[in-house]
């Protein structure tokens, strides 16, 4: 199985691909989108969900995506149809960290998709080019909670913890204006739910060719979780405004 087919059976129970519950959703895009009639960009969109709710919930909003994944596209079209907003959702098949707009967007996200940009910090750079003028970002990204064990950082990469993070943000020219920790509750059920969801799909196909290997990835993912990240690895989203004076 390539990874698009595993993540997207992943995620059917946990739309959402970070771990944060709909409620936590609800307020960082209340917190981004204060008046509801803003133009939004998701870089890394994946299957639209976050640009979905939002535009479901505010029937003046505008919103364009980007990501590479043509399968994704595909997935947010479709959704952005069944929830009666697709003529209000331009989306972009293409790489989010060289994409170019000529227009400026009231709020920025990029959730969970740091990885695109080679970092938080180069992240923040690709969302300045698209902000506009007291615009906000909406960026989520995993840090340390605990000092990781060595084979936790070869996994998941170099971190730091909650407060170097938020320092790292603010002395890159940002103040927060809103910020989610995400907890345990919100932490487990993600993982609870992608392994599960991939087992079960598993489970139900066993004449498919790929369920061998899909049962195989979702216990060995469910293992890497419990024994080697569980105890260290935190999910922070922030909402961010320029700093007055900051380039």
Same mark, same amino acid.
């Given at each position: 199985?390539?990874?698009?087919?595993?993540?997207?059976?992943?995620?059917?129970?946990?739309?959402?691909?970070?771990?944060?519950?709909?409620?936590? $959703?609800?307020?960082? *895009?209340?917190?981004?989108?204060?008046?509801?009639?803003?133009?939004?960009?998701? *870089?890394?969109?994946?299957?639209?969900?976050?640009?979905?709710?939002?535009?479901?919930?505010?029937?003046?909003?505008?919103?364009?995506? $980007?990501? #590479?994944?043509?399968?994704?596209?595909?997935?947010?079209?479709?959704?952005?149809?069944?929830?009666?907003?697709?003529?209000?959702?331009?989306?972009?098949?293409?790489?989010?960290?060289?994409?170019?707009?000529?227009?400026?967007?009231?709020?920025?996200?990029?959730?969970?998709?740091?990885?695109?940009?080679?970092? *938080?910090?180069?992240?923040?750079?690709?969302?300045?080019?698209?902000?506009?003028?007291?615009?906000?970002?909406?960026?989520?990204?995993?840090?340390?909670?605990?000092?990781? !064990?060595?084979?936790?950082?070869?996994?998941?990469?170099?971190?730091?913890?909650?407060?170097?993070?938020?320092?790292? $943000?603010?002395?890159?020219?940002?103040?927060? $204006?809103?910020?989610?920790?995400?907890?345990?509750?919100?932490?487990?059920? +993600?993982?609870?739910?992608?392994?599960?969801?991939?087992?079960?799909?598993?489970?139900?196909?066993?004449?498919?060719?790929?369920?061998?290997?899909?049962?195989?990835?979702?216990?060995?993912?469910?293992?890497?979780?419990?024994? #080697? +990240?569980?105890?260290?690895?935190?999910? #922070? !989203?922030?909402?961010?405004?320029?700093?007055?004076?900051?380039?």
């Amino acid at each position: 199985m390539n990874r698009e087919q595993i993540s997207r059976i992943a995620h059917t129970d946990h739309p959402i691909k970070s771990p944060l519950d709909d409620t936590s $959703v609800e307020r960082l *895009l209340e917190a981004g989108l204060p008046r509801g009639d803003e133009r939004v960009l998701d *870089l890394g969109c994946g299957s639209g969900e976050w640009l979905i709710r939002a535009m479901a919930a505010r029937p003046d909003l505008l919103a364009e995506g $980007v990501d #590479v994944s043509e399968d994704a596209l595909r997935q947010a079209s479709r959704a952005a149809a069944d929830r009666g907003v697709a003529d209000r959702l331009l989306l972009h098949h293409r790489d989010a960290a060289s994409f170019a707009s000529a227009d400026r967007f009231d709020l920025v996200i990029s959730v969970g998709a740091t990885h695109a940009f080679g970092g *938080l910090l180069p992240t923040l750079a690709a969302a300045r080019r698209h902000l506009a003028p007291g615009g906000r970002v909406l960026i989520g990204d995993g840090f340390w909670d605990r000092t990781p !064990s060595p084979e936790a950082v070869e996994m998941l990469g170099e971190g730091t913890d909650l407060a170097s993070t938020v320092d790292r $943000v603010a002395a890159d020219g940002w103040t927060p $204006v809103h910020g989610h920790v995400s907890t345990r509750h919100e932490l487990d059920a +993600y993982e609870w739910s992608c392994w599960g969801s991939l087992a079960s799909w598993a489970l139900g196909h066993p004449a498919d060719p790929d369920s061998a290997e899909a049962l195989a990835t979702a216990n060995s993912r469910r293992t890497e979780w419990l024994q #080697v +990240y569980r105890d260290s690895w935190g999910f #922070v !989203s922030l909402v961010l405004a320029r700093t007055p004076g900051k380039a």
